[in-house]
């Protein structure tokens, strides 16, 4: 059985993103563990930081994480057009230890936001990014006015359901 890693690119604790992407991760069968950036605080990258204390133990602890999986679903928030500062800070921590950090392993990019756009502003820039980072995103996905099109653990417009579920077999098959 397949290793999925699922997390969102927030640190809310009431993250949209993480309910999506946990969401996402039932559906694969695989075995599934969540993360939460929330469990590996880090100090905001710096050289200088870097410099005198060296590379965080929390950040290889989630660079292994990422590493041991056959896939990964990540989806991500967006803040003012871009990365989450939390998101941002562990990426930058990780590209120090690997700068091809994703491994090529089976990504399904995703996001979602209260809003019509639906973090699209986000995934083109990681879609765009994560390549040169050694991200192999097989499918992406956003899903806009979260609020209104995700209820009771499910996507409840039929548009969007279908175009999730190609998104996740696209995904699925790639495992």
């Known amino acids: 059985m397949k290793k999925i890693l699922a997390f969102a690119g927030s640190n809310s604790t009431h993250s949209i993103n993480k309910q999506l992407a946990t969401f996402a991760a039932h559906k694969t069968k695989g075995v599934v563990t969540i993360l939460d950036l929330n469990d590996y605080e880090l100090p905001v990258f710096g050289v200088d930081v870097e410099r005198e204390n060296g590379i965080p133990q929390a950040a290889h602890d989630f660079l292994a994480a990422i590493k041991s999986a056959d896939g990964i679903i990540l989806s991500l928030a967006e803040h003012n057009g871009a990365y989450s500062v939390a998101f941002k800070n562990i990426l930058d921590w990780m590209s120090r230890i690997d700068g091809?950090?994703?491994?090529?392993?089976?990504?399904?990019?995703?996001?979602?936001?209260?809003?019509?756009?639906?973090?699209?502003?986000?995934?083109?820039?990681?879609?765009?990014?994560?390549?040169?980072m050694g991200g192999a995103i097989v499918?992406?996905?956003?899903?806009?006015?979260?609020?209104?099109?995700?209820?009771?653990?499910?996507?409840?417009?039929?548009?969007?359901?279908?175009?999730?579920?190609?998104e996740l077999n696209m995904f699925i098959n790639a495992l």
Do not use: C, H, Y
């Open 100 to 132: 091809k950090l994703w491994s090529e392993i089976p990504m399904f990019l995703m996001a979602t936001s209260p809003g019509k756009r639906g973090g699209s502003s986000v995934l083109e820039i990681a879609s765009n990014r994560f390549k040169f």
């Open 139 to 166: 499918a992406t996905f956003s899903l806009p006015s979260f609020n209104e099109t995700f209820k009771e653990n499910q996507i409840v417009d039929a548009e969007l359901a279908a175009a999730f579920n190609r």
